[in-house]
């Protein structure tokens, strides 16, 4: 099943991408089918012009008169068809925005063919879009392997992953996520004990959910000892590489991603996480400069636009930082509050106050669903000087047990904290 989006009698299909009147094909070029695919994401929001040109044209210098040309040829497309009405504003000096009624609804796609290793590539694609949406998707291709091959543990293993992701997100609680994660992980363990994948999925386990830093670093060595493959082996020294850097052994950390990065240059993790490596090691031209190359390779991944706007609010450039997190925002297909808390730090370390809280207020003060994490709050409150507060966060997240908790004792934005008592304690809370 995939989403496509109606609006009047038309339809948008973005897997083509192609626009249908009834059963007419609109003829439309594909940039101008690009600005469509942005505004239809964003429907009812404003989209700002340079963000329209940054992502439909990336890495491209062009001028505005090439975006108001092709939202003139969506225009023409969509009165010639749809009667004459208006569906997309001009917004006065910002951008455009899509006020047709949207309605999302699902449709059956083409359906993988009964093949392992294509299902299982396909479930590993909606996991690395590391969202809930993808999340959930990997789940119910990663179960449908083993409905169909009970004894195939690499489906086990992602399958575990994608329960832990999950939690990760919020989309499920602990039971569900950690709970079922680790009993997946424990029957494919059974089954096949010398399965380096369930070794790699069990050590992600320990270090999201128990802290058990030794006990993470002997399930990589058993996934690194009875890797098969090439491929195999360079995600497992990734991975290792992450959790090297994380813990503190930077150097060799870097220099395992670095490798990685070589070896897997289609894989947007080993990109996220080198980048986050330069930044627990301060070296943040460094990357941004692995956020510029990782952007080329996947100009639509939303998430790597995250340490590049941290790397450059550490380099002073505020307003790059901020057009990179507005790129997250349009990409990313559900909204992610650890964005806008990501937007208040800038603000925060730019002196802008007043807009920092306003922002805080929206991912602290919601009646009800997701909130950003504890510690991105965190850093927020600390670079607002509100150092309680971040504290009483920090000890909120080790009590959820979230993703970012072994980068604690690196990472930059929470040095204000340091030097207290209570710092420490959360440090020892969680073995570090």
């Not at 909204?335 to 800038?346: G, I, K, Q």
């Not at 994490?373 to 965190?378: L, N, Q, R």
Request: net charge neutral.
């Amino acid at each position: 099943m995939r989403h496509v989006f109606e609006f009047e009698n038309f339809r948008f299909d973005p897997a083509v991408p192609s626009l249908t009147h009834g059963s007419n094909l609109v003829e439309l070029s594909p940039k101008a089918l690009g600005v469509l695919a942005v505004l239809i994401t964003n429907a009812g929001q404003v989209v700002r012009k340079d963000d329209l040109l940054s992502l439909v044209w990336p890495h491209t210098v062009v001028e505005e008169g090439n975006l108001a040309v092709h939202v003139f040829s969506l225009r023409q497309a969509l009165a010639k068809h749809g009667g004459g009405g208006c569906h997309i504003q001009t917004v006065s000096k910002l951008g455009y925005r899509l006020i047709a009624p949207l309605r999302p609804v699902l449709q059956m796609g083409a359906v993988p063919p009964n093949d392992p290793g294509a299902l299982f590539r396909v479930a590993q694609h909606y996991l690395h879009q590391n969202t809930t949406s993808g999340c959930r998707r990997a789940t119910e291709i990663y179960q449908r392997c083993i409905d169909d091959d009970p004894d195939n543990v690499e489906a086990r293993a992602g399958l575990g992953d994608s329960l832990l992701m999950r939690f990760i997100c919020g989309d499920v609680g602990r039971e569900q996520g950690v709970g079922a994660a680790l009993r997946i992980l424990t029957e494919a363990s059974r089954i096949k004990p010398d399965c380096s994948h369930v070794h790699l999925s069990l050590s992600r386990l320990h270090c999201v959910w128990d802290f058990h830093w030794q006990n993470a670093t002997d399930e990589i060595q058993y996934g690194l000892e009875l890797a098969t493959d090439n491929v195999t082996k360079r995600v497992a020294e990734a991975w290792e590489g992450v959790c090297l850097a994380r813990w503190g052994n930077l150097d060799r950390g870097l220099r395992q991603l670095r490798q990685a990065s070589l070896a897997l240059p289609l894989s947007p993790h080993v990109w996220f996480f080198l980048a986050e490596a330069h930044h627990l090691a301060r070296d943040f031209s460094g990357t941004a400069a692995v956020t510029t190359e990782a952007l080329q390779v996947h100009p639509n991944c939303w998430y790597l636009h995250m340490p590049a706007a941290r790397a450059l609010t550490m380099m002073g450039e505020y307003t790059e930082a901020l057009r990179h997190l507005r790129l997250a925002k349009l990409l990313c297909p559900k909204p992610d509050f650890d964005l806008v808390a990501a937007s208040a730090y800038v603000h925060a370390v730019a002196g802008g106050r007043d807009h920092a809280v306003r922002l805080l207020t929206r991912v602290v003060e919601r009646p009800g669903g997701r909130h950003a994490s504890s510690i991105s709050v965190a850093m927020v409150q600390a670079a607002l000087g509100d150092k309680d507060r971040a504290l009483d966060n920090l000890e909120a997240a080790c009590g959820a047990h979230e993703w970012y908790i072994p980068t604690l004792k690196r990472d930059c934005c929470l040095d204000t904290l340091r030097t207290g008592s209570r710092f420490r304690n959360v440090l020892s809370r969680v073995g570090m």
